[in-house]
């Protein structure tokens, strides 16, 4: 029950401060995504439990509300997760550079569903090398700052939450 709790407060606020906040802080033409950063960071916490329903939740709320398909968030969002719950059991020794791998994948696929949407559904004429240069590692850059405060607060709220068994 304080997971669930813990869980709806911490969306809550995340998507309050990502509309109201972090989406307004730009850099070039990109803009940084703190729930994806959130996922990520929450995610890579070995003890977590129910994180596929954080991805899903998390993906189906921020569609609801963005510019973008809801499918795209929802997709990238569990594909975050998916990767963050692989590194957990693969790179435990460097959870930092684990976080920056799966932001700056999120963020890639992220950006790159949404450049070929907006090309073949809604026909806007994009270049791949401004996008990439304007929106893309610009973007990758914020979530990595807004990474390194996020992951270490994720990880004590984990702690927090699940503690680690006592060793007999």
Same mark, same amino acid.
Do not use: C
């Given at each position: 029950?304080?997971?669930?709790?813990?869980?709806?407060? @911490?969306?809550?606020?995340? /998507? *309050?401060?990502?509309? %109201?906040?972090? +989406?307004?802080?730009? #850099? $070039?033409?990109?803009?940084?995504?703190?729930?994806?950063?959130?996922?990520?960071?929450?995610?890579?916490?070995?003890?977590?439990?129910?994180?596929?329903?954080?991805?899903?939740?998390?993906?189906?709320?921020?569609?609801?509300?963005?510019?973008?398909?809801?499918?795209?968030?929802?997709?990238?969002?569990?594909?975050?997760?998916?990767?963050?719950?692989?590194?957990?059991?693969? @790179?435990?020794?460097?959870? /930092? *550079?684990?976080?920056? %791998?799966?932001? +700056?994948?999120?963020? #890639? $696929?992220?950006?790159?569903?949404?450049?070929?949407?907006?090309?073949?559904?809604?026909?806007?004429?994009?270049?791949?090398?401004?996008?990439?240069?304007?929106?893309?590692?610009?973007?990758?850059?914020?979530?990595?700052?807004?990474?390194?405060?996020?992951?270490?607060?994720?990880?004590?709220?984990?702690?927090?939450?699940?503690?680690?068994?006592?060793?007999?």
């Amino acid at each position: 029950m304080k997971a669930l709790i813990t869980f709806v407060l @911490i969306v809550l606020v995340g /998507l *309050l401060l990502q509309t %109201a906040m972090v +989406s307004r802080m730009n #850099l $070039l033409s990109g803009s940084a995504d703190l729930m994806l950063v959130l996922l990520a960071a929450w995610g890579l916490q070995e003890r977590v439990r129910h994180a596929w329903v954080w991805g899903a939740v998390i993906g189906l709320l921020v569609g609801g509300i963005s510019g973008a398909p809801w499918y795209i968030y929802l997709a990238v969002y569990l594909g975050v997760m998916g990767l963050s719950r692989l590194l957990t059991r693969r @790179i435990w020794q460097a959870p /930092l *550079l684990a976080m920056f %791998a799966v932001t +700056s994948m999120g963020t #890639l $696929l992220m950006d790159l569903l949404i450049y070929f949407h907006r090309i073949l559904f809604e026909g806007i004429n994009l270049h791949f090398e401004d996008t990439f240069i304007q929106v893309i590692l610009p973007s990758i850059l914020l979530n990595f700052a807004l990474a390194l405060i996020v992951h270490p607060l994720m990880h004590d709220i984990a702690n927090r939450l699940y503690p680690a068994e006592a060793s007999a």
